[in-house]
């Protein structure tokens, strides 16, 4: 099992940044995709950024241009940089990884950080 911890959240003024970190730990592991996803409150939560292992990127519309995330594959650890923050960018953001591979092999086990929360006042 894929443990994740995230960290960085705070309160900050619009248009500031913030660096959200999530650090993933376990045993003898690789983690091919990793996910960073928000929840507003009483919205949904949904997908703000993707990376694979190679360091391919996928945003939101949402993010695009203001948000970065970026992986240290030693540290197994993800970044994501968040500049030009609005208020609409208010959430707690978690960590994700639908998978990991042990031994040569795949387990698809959705794993989840507890979240951290982000307030950008305006």
């Known amino acids: 099992q894929v443990h994740l911890v995230e960290s960085g959240g705070g309160l900050v003024q619009a248009g500031g940044s913030l660096r959200l970190s999530c650090v993933a730990s376990?045993?003898?592991?690789?983690?091919?995709?990793m996910r960073w996803y928000r929840q507003a409150p009483g919205k949904q939560r949904k997908l703000v950024a993707t990376?694979?292992?190679?360091?391919?990127?996928n945003y939101a519309d949402s993010v695009k241009g203001r948000f970065t995330l970026s992986r240290d594959n030693d540290k197994n650890t993800v970044y994501l940089q968040m500049n030009s923050l609005k208020s609409e960018d208010t959430a707690v953001y978690y960590c994700?990884?639908?998978?990991?591979?042990?031994?040569?092999?795949?387990?698809?086990?959705?794993?989840w950080g507890q979240g951290t929360q982000v307030t950008v006042s305006s």
């Open positions: 990376i694979t292992y190679g360091g391919s990127t």
């Open positions: 994700n990884v639908p998978g990991y591979v042990s031994g040569g092999r795949y387990y698809p086990r959705d794993s």
């Open positions: 376990g045993r003898d592991f690789s983690i091919d995709v």
